[in-house]
Nanobody, 118 residues
Framework: QVQLVESGGGLVQPGGSLRLSCVSS????????MGWYRQAPGKQRELVAS???????NYADSVKGRFTISRDNAKNTVYLQMNSLKPGDTAVYYC????????????WGQGTQVTVSS
């Protein structure tokens, strides 16, 4: 059973930066694809960024050039560095782990709130 714990959210002014962390326990972290999703009030959860077990990254168009996803397999941790934050980035951010094993459901963290406001 994989457990994911996010941290690093908070209140930041427009143009500021935050770094989210997600520590994984259980399972084999290095084989899982990892991702960050976000959900704003009244909106559907959306993919922000993902990173494969091999390090290939993918970003939503809205965050390209501003956000960077990375992983440290030795620490079982995935990060999301968020720069040039905008009010539209305000949401609850969730960490996701996807196993390569067919039939295994995704794992989710509890979420961390990011609020961008002056």
């Amino acid at each position: 059973q994989v457990q994911l714990v996010e941290s690093g959210g908070g209140l930041v002014q427009p143009g500021g930066s935050l770094r989210l962390s997600c520590v994984s326990s259980g399972g084999i972290f290095s084989i899982n694809a990892m991702g960050w999703y976000r959900q704003a009030p009244g909106k559907q959860r959306e993919l922000v960024a993902s990173i494969s077990s091999g390090g290939r990254t993918n970003y939503a168009d809205s965050v390209k050039g501003r956000f960077t996803i990375s992983r440290d397999n030795a620490k079982n941790t995935v990060y999301l560095q968020m720069n040039s934050l905008k009010p539209g980035d305000t949401a609850v951010y969730y960490c996701n782990a996807r196993s390569p094993v067919i039939g295994v459901a995704d794992y989710w963290g509890q979420g961390t709130q990011v609020t961008v406001s002056s």
